[in-house]
C-alpha cells in the first residue's frame, strides 16, 4: 500500500501564533476542579507539568500559574533514593527526575531540592561502558545520557559523572550517515540525535563529531510540506520540529532548513478551538506537543516569546549563568 510521507496544510489553517489561546488551553489543565491531580495521567504528571509550565514561560504568562501548589506537587513525588517519580509514590525515574529539577528552576525553586542526594542518585544510574539506565528496570537509551548530564549541570554537580565514560558511550552510538540511535548499532533517529548532541555540548565534547554530516542527515528530515520527521519516510510532526531545530541550533547550522516553510506547518499544527498544538495539522492538541511548537517558534526568533535554550528547552531567563557556553 502506499504509505503517505507527508501531510497536506488545510487551506484555512492560522499562519501566525494564537499565543493567548495557548495559554488558556494550558492553563485549563490547572483549574481547581481540573487539577494535575485528576487530569493529567499518573504515569506522566510530573513530565506534563512541565511541559506545561515550560509552555507557560515562553509565552510571558507564567505569572498565571500557581506557583506554591506545583512547587509543592513536585517536591512531594521526591523518593528516599533521591530521585523524582512521576507522582507521589511512584518509583524514581530519570525522566521525570529531569523534569522536576526542570520545573524547579523554572520557578526559582531550586533551593528546596538537595542537588547532593540527586546527583548520587543519577549516579548510581551509570553502568561501567558509560551508559546510563533510566531506572532500576535497566534499560539503556542514550536519552538517559541527556537526563543525567542536564540534570547534574543544572544542579551544578556534573562532576559527580564519569564524564569521558559517558561520551565514550555516545560516540559508540554514532551511525556513519552521520546520526545517533538508542543505543550502539541502533538506527539513527532526530529525538536521539537531539539527546546526544545536547549530552555532548553539556560535556563540552561537540568537537567529536562531524557537526556539518549530523547537521545534512537532521536537514533531510524536512518533507515537502515544510514539516520535519523523525526517520526517513516517516510523517512530519511539530515535536521533531523541536529535536530537529534544536539540535541544528547547537550545531550552528539552523540554516540548514528552510525556516520560513518551517514556520508554516508548525502554525498549521494549533488547534485554532481549543487552541494548543497537535502533532500534525487537524489532530487532537496536547501539552507535549504545545510546548514544543512554541519552543521551536521561539528558536526561529518570534520576539512575543521568552528566547529559549535549545539544549535545556528552557528559557534564558530561567537559566541565567546554567547556559552551555556555545562554540561554533
Ligand atoms: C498518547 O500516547 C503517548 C505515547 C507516549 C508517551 S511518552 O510519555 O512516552 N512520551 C511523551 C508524549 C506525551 C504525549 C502527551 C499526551 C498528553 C500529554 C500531556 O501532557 O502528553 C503524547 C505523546 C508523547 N510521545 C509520543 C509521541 C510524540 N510524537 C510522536 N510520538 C510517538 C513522546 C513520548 C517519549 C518522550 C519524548 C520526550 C520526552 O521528554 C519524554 C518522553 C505519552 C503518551
Ligand atoms: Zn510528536
Not at 509550565?53 to 517536591?75: G, H, P
Not at 528496570?137 to 547534574?152: H, K, N, P, W
Request: some cysteine; proline content about 3%.
Amino acid at each position: 500500500d502506499f504509505a503517505r510521507k507527508d501531510v497536506d496544510l488545510p487551506q484555512n489553517s492560522p499562519n501566525e501564533l494564537l499565543k493567548d489561546l495557548h495559554a488558556n488551553f494550558i492553563n485549563q489543565y490547572e483549574k481547581n476542579k481540573n487539577s494535575y491531580h485528576y487530569i493529567m495521567a499518573e504515569h506522566l504528571r510530573v513530565s506534563g507539568i512541565y511541559w506545561c509550565v515550560n509552555a507557560m514561560d515562553l509565552s510571558k504568562q507564567l505569572e498565571r500559574m500557581s506557583t506554591e501548589e506545583i512547587v509543592n506537587y513536585v517536591l512531594g513525588c521526591r523518593n528516599t533514593d533521591g530521585g523524582y517519580g512521576p507522582a507521589p509514590g511512584h518509583d524514581s525515574h530519570l525522566l521525570h527526575t529531569l523534569c522536576a529539577v526542570q520545573t524547579l528552576i523554572i520557578f526559582n525553586s531550586i533551593e528546596k531540592a538537595d542537588a547532593d542526594t540527586i546527583s548520587e542518585y543519577v549516579k548510581g544510574l551509570q553502568q561501567e561502558d558509560g551508559s546510563f539506565c533510566g531506572d532500576l528496570s535497566g534499560e539503556v537509551d542514550t536519552r538517559f545520557t541527556l537526563c543525567s548530564l542536564a540534570t547534574c549541570h543544572l544542579l551544578g554537580r556534573l562532576s559527580t559523572l564519569n564524564i569521558d565514560s559517558a561520551v565514550r558511550f555516545l560516540m559508540r552510538c554514532y551511525n556513519t550517515d552521520g546520526g545517533f540511535g538508542t543505543r550502539p548499532g541502533s538506527e539513527s533517529h532526530s529525538g536521539q540525535i537531539y539527546c546526544c548532541v545536547g549530552a555532548l555540548a553539556i560535556a563540552g565534547r561537540l568537537d567529536e563529531i562531524d557537526r556539518d554530516r549530523t547537521a545534512e542527515w537532521l536537514a533531510f528530515r524536512q518533507c515537502d510540506s515544510g514539516g520535519l520527521n523523525g526517520r526517513p519516510e516517516k510523517l512530519p510532526d511539530v515535536c521533531y520540529s523541536w529535536w530537529v531545530l534544536a539540535s541544528l541550533a547547537i550545531l550552528g547550522r539552523l540554516n540548514f532548513i528552510d525556516s520560513d516553510a518551517m514556520k508554516k506547518f508548525i502554525y498549521a499544527c494549533q488547534d485554532d478551538e481549543t487552541g494548543g498544538f497537535a502533532d500534525r495539522p487537524g489532530d487532537c492538541a496536547d501539552p507535549f506537543h504545545t510546548v514544543f511548537g512554541i519552543a521551536a517558534l521561539s528558536l526561529f526568533g518570534d520576539d512575543t516569546l521568552e528566547s529559549v535554550d535549545p539544549i535545556f528547552c528552557m528559557t534564558k531567563r530561567c537559566l541565567g549563568d546554567k547556559q552551555v557556553e556555545m562554540y561554533y
